[in-house]
């Protein structure tokens, strides 16, 4: 089964017209995209993109042979233009099936927003998945695994990456299954910073026009299974690590910063943090991390080692100099090997989220001095045990590794 992408973008298009962001400014070239719309062997298409025959014609298609047009969301872009010989545009009631002249089957699936996906098997029996933007498939997992992974998925990646955990968890997208972003626009990443992201979730992003076999052997983005992310205070480094995971089901978010009894301001930090979790992961509130990272389970969120850190240091008193130099710096070393340790053995996918604090001014106590080179020691070592490490400053993300 072949795909030509007529178009990726969202409905509006990018770069808007007359919009003089910074993201508009740098959609240029193969950064630019029209609405979204998909060619499946010159005989279906699915969705309109602004002048459809001369996007074919761009990409080295007709649509002279297209014998259905499907519509998935309503359409907020230009006005939808239907060349003259194409037939009128419908879209298919929820889990209504089509069975077309041309070998294909097409069955409707439910969204939980306005629209409607379609799942296409080819003749040759390769499936794919076409989510419209904003959505996410509604009651999946309901009925069992909705059969055999899809050969590949094309969905708002970045704007609903719950709709991507939602289809890992039934193994409808499995490792081998080619995740495609579409409906792409104003408020994603421009770039490079784009590809970053989408490799993340373990998704790419193509050219208009660019012409795929569905079922062929291609090179899904290899998601690193340890990442370290490292940071400043507000640098971003949180949002940074969420974002990692937002696209993988059962996360099990670890706080290491417990609660503080008369504390409302770090009870309102606390609470930012949670709002912006998925509704679907799990928060445990503790510093026993070599027990989570030895267990097998979904992946893990520690945020943050620097708090873990600060819990260590006070149950060994090590603020104390005197009781610091008799025995607590090695019981110290002692707990963060065991750590270090049960990253390198752990088959859990994780990200950890670190304070980088040796770049400022150096602190005016021992103690201060002190908790900042442990601090420096433990990310080192910790990072050394990570296949990807980041650095966060002003909301973006460097890699180190």
């Given at each position: 089964?072949e795909l ?9 298009g ?8 910074a ?14 719309a ?6 279906l298409?699915?969705?309109?993109t ?12 007709t ?6 047009v499907?519509l998935?969301?309503?359409h907020?872009?230009?006005a939808?233009?239907v060349p ?8 298919v ?5 089509l ?12 969204l939980?927003?306005?629209?409607t996906g ?6 040759g029996g390769e ?20 059969g055999?992974?899809?050969?590949m998925?094309l ?7 719950d709709a991507l955990?939602?289809?890992?968890a039934v193994?409808?997208?499995d ?13 994603g ?7 970053r992201?989408?490799?993340?979730a ?33 640098s ?11 696209a ?7 706080a290491?910063?417990g ?8 009870g ?11 509704a ?11 027990p ?10 520690i945020?943050?080692l620097?708090?873990w ?14 009781l ?10 002692e ?6 340790a ?5 088959r ?11 770049s ?9 001095r002190?908790f ?7 990310n080192?070592?910790?990072?050394a ?17």
């Open positions: 089964m030509t992408l007529l178009g990726t973008g969202e409905p509006a990018l770069p808007r017209p007359d919009c003089p962001c993201r508009c400014a740098a959609a240029t070239g193969e950064e630019a995209r029209a609405a979204t998909l060619l499946i062997d010159g005989t298409l699915l969705d309109l602004p002048g459809p025959a001369f996007a074919a014609a761009r990409a080295g298609q649509l002279s042979g297209v014998r259905q499907l998935s969301h309503p907020d872009g230009p939808l233009e003259a010989g194409l037939p009128a545009p419908v879209r009631a929820d889990r209504q099936e069975a077309l002249i041309s070998g294909h089957r097409v069955r409707a699936l439910a939980d927003a306005p629209g379609y799942e296409v098997t080819g003749p499936r794919l998945l076409y989510l419209p933007p904003g959505t996410a498939p509604a009651g999946v997992g309901e009925a069992g695994r909705p055999p992974s899809y050969d998925v969905l708002d990646v970045l704007g609903r990456p955990a939602r289809l890992r193994d409808a997208v490792a081998a299954t080619d995740v495609l972003a579409v409906h792409l626009g104003h408020d990443a421009p770039g490079p910073e784009l590809h992201r989408l490799a993340a373990g998704a790419r992003a193509v050219p208009d026009g660019t012409t795929l076999a569905v079922g062929a052997y291609h090179a899904v983005p290899d998601v690193p299974r340890r990442t370290l992310v490292l940071g400043g205070a507000r971003g480094k949180s949002m940074e690590a969420e974002r990692r995971l937002a993988f089901p059962g996360v099990v978010y670890v290491t910063g609660s503080r009894e008369g504390d409302p301001e770090w309102d930090r606390v609470a930012e943090h949670r709002e912006r979790r998925p679907s992961w799990r928060t445990e509130e503790t510093c026993d991390l070599v989570l990272l030895a267990a097998d389970g979904p992946p893990l969120l945020d943050c620097s708090l850190l600060t819990h260590e240091m006070d149950e060994l008193e090590a603020w104390d100099d005197t610091w130099a008799k025995g607590g710096a090695g019981r110290l070393r707990r963060v090997g065991a750590l270090v049960a990253v390198r053995a752990t859990r996918r994780i990200v950890a989220v670190s304070n980088e604090v040796g400022g001014v150096v602190p005016a106590t021992p103690a201060g002190r900042r080179d442990e601090l420096g020691r433990l080192a070592a910790f990072a045990e990570c296949e990807h490490v980041l650095l966060t400053v002003a909301g973006i993300a460097t890699p180190l590794r």
